[in-house]
């Protein structure tokens, strides 16, 4: 069982948003995170907890362990609007239902 | 630049089996720490897994959807299909094929179709 909070939120440019991801047993470090724009596919940002996938923008961190994870946009830009999604890979592959960054 | 690309009908009538296939291009569907996977979205429901293949045709499937779903791979034509049984509305969503990244501590879907929409309906 995942549950991410919140499920949506209002936010300006410049400020820095924090996006949970909790589980119900431990997953270690399988957990990943997801950004899809409307129209999309999803685009991998974080892996394994913490670790940034290739070109994706500094801003954009992960961090926990067992069942609390987090995932923080230091200075949110235009271009981050969009649904942001966690995934965990230790119990079959299941995701989060998604979490909606809209413009202040 | 690897790219995944599905194709197949857009619209399902209740009952049919819906068949997609994934074409990869710009790398090999036989490379060793790659499975490939079946993934799809519904407003209601949000994204589901629904089965994994590896190129030695090990397979492993969505405990909800198992008894309906068949996933294959053509690694001759650097493909992989799916097939599922018995469609009903509920199984109206976007259905992408997706690459699964599996290392030490790493099990990532990192790479995606841009998804087909499949509508059942009469």
């Known amino acids: 069982q995942m549950t991410q909070s919140p499920s949506s939120l209002s936010a300006s440019v410049g400020d820095r948003v924090t996006i949970t991801c909790r589980t119900s047993q431990t997953i270690f470090n399988y957990l990943n995170w997801y950004q899809q724009k409307p129209g999309e596919a999803p685009k991998l940002l974080i892996y394994a907890a913490s670790t940034q996938q290739s070109g994706v923008p500094s801003r954009f961190s992960g961090s926990g362990s067992g069942t609390r994870f987090t995932l923080t946009i230091s200075s949110l830009q235009p271009e981050d609007f969009a649904t942001y999604y966690c995934?965990?890979?230790?119990?079959?592959?299941?995701f989060g239902q998604g979490t909606k960054v809209e413009i202040k | 630049q690897l790219q995944l690309q599905e194709s197949g009908p857009g619209l399902v009538k209740p009952s049919e089996t819906l068949s997609l296939t994934c074409s990869v291009s710009?790398?090999?569907?036989?490379?060793?720490?790659?499975?490939w996977a079946w993934i799809r979205q519904s407003p209601g429901t949000g994204l589901d897994w629904i089965a994994s293949?590896?190129?030695?045709?090990?397979?492993y499937y969505s405990p909800s959807l198992k008894s309906r779903v068949t996933i294959s791979i053509d690694t001759a034509r650097n493909q992989f299909s799916l097939k599922m049984k018995s469609m009903t509305a509920a199984d109206t969503a976007v259905y992408f094929c997706?690459?699964?990244?599996?290392?030490?501590?790493?099990?990532?879907?990192?790479?995606w179709g841009q998804g087909t929409k499949v509508t059942v309906s009469s």
């Open positions: 293949i590896y190129y030695s045709g090990y397979t």
């Open positions: 995934q965990q890979s230790y119990n079959s592959w299941t």
């Open positions: 710009g790398g090999s569907i036989s490379t060793d720490i790659y499975y």
């Open positions: 997706v690459r699964r990244l599996v290392r030490t501590e790493i099990d990532v879907f990192d790479m």
